[in-house]
């Protein structure tokens, strides 16, 4: 059997191209707790939240936070709460193993759960989560920034409800929408609370970014933060002009995800170099091997969303295959 370590060294590396910010500077906030600053309007309205760093080495997310708080915004109505997840994770970051920095003992955006949150589990990453838990538990509109293990097209993750798809539309990029239900390993941040009620006027995103150390990557985190705080009403366009990408946007597609890629072994391979956003002609065409067993595509017209290796794992979602929805 493969280990961690044999998969990762036969995988493309990436260049950091962009520069890790000192977040030392942001530890004392004034929300009670540790790098999570909020910024009120005084005027009635949304309580809004970016948040970086679920995992610690998202940069884009970081940089993103970090220029958002040397702004000194002011929300025209509501609330700005700016924050950084895992921040153990994120000191740990060494580029002479990028991969290894995602956590520290378990993945932070698999833990959303109240079965999690209120359990006897104890880790970094459950511990920081509760701590920031009684802050997200108030906010009404969140913006997850993540980024990805490959080189692909940015991602808006909606979640499976008509709410998050409609929320997408309104933020309006990156173009490609995936519309799915999550991790069988457990329950993402997004999903959390009133942002996986439908009957909940809460709301939540999950923007990949890119790939994790790419410059485009962080302009993709800027650009999508901005136009989330113009979404929510918050912010003003031409206040944060100078954050954003020029250009226009192009019009959505969405991807509804029908079901996940999950390994059971180290030792699962794919078929081709998949970056992301491949359209596979011809149901059952195979596209992963581990072992004997082979993963098919289940129709025809299949789309591999996020595919990598770099986390591979028993019960780890190493990609999810999904159909273009025509709106």
Not at 99 to 109: F, G, H, L, P
Not at 129 to 134: G, T
Not at 162 to 172: M, P, S, T, Y
Not at 249 to 274: G, H, N, W
């Amino acid at each position: 059997m493969k280990t961690l370590e044999q998969v990762r060294a036969a995988l493309k590396q990436y260049p950091v191209e962009v520069a890790f910010p000192d977040i030392a500077k942001w530890q004392h906030g004034n929300t009670g707790v540790d790098y999570v600053h909020s910024i009120d309007s005084g005027v009635a309205g949304p309580h809004v939240m970016i948040l970086a760093l679920m995992h610690g080495n998202e940069v884009s997310g970081a940089i993103t936070v970090d220029r958002l708080l040397q702004a000194g915004l002011k929300p025209v109505k509501g609330r700005i709460t700016l924050g950084f997840a895992n921040v153990d994770a994120y000191r740990r970051f060494d580029a002479r193993d990028p991969d290894a920095t995602r956590y520290v003992d378990e993945d932070m955006n698999r833990v959303w759960s109240p079965a999690r949150l209120d359990g006897a589990d104890d880790s970094v990453e459950l511990r920081r989560a509760r701590q920031l838990r009684p802050v997200i538990d108030t906010v009404d509109y969140m913006l997850d920034l993540h980024s990805m293990h490959e080189e692909a097209v940015p991602l808006i993750v909606s979640g499976p409800l008509d709410k998050g798809i409609r929320f997408a539309a309104e933020v309006g990029a990156p173009e490609h929408v995936i519309v799915d239900v999550g991790h069988p390993n457990g329950v993402r941040m997004r999903d959390y609370g009133g942002f996986g009620d439908p009957a909940s006027a809460k709301n939540a995103l999950l923007i990949e970014t890119g790939q994790h150390f790419s410059a485009r990557s962080r302009d993709v985190a800027m650009d999508s933060a901005c136009r989330f705080l113009i979404a929510t009403g918050v912010m003003e366009r031409a206040a944060l002009m100078a954050f954003m990408s020029a250009g226009e946007t192009v019009a959505q597609r969405v991807i509804k995800v029908t079901e996940p890629v999950v390994a059971t072994s180290y030792d699962l391979e794919f078929a081709e170099d998949y970056r992301g956003m491949e359209i596979i002609a011809q149901a059952g065409t195979v596209i992963a091997r581990e072992g004997e067993r082979e993963f098919v595509t289940p129709y025809d017209n299949c789309v591999i969303v996020m595919p990598s290796l770099r986390q591979l794992g028993p019960g780890v979602t190493v990609a999810r295959l999904g159909q273009v929805v025509i709106c």
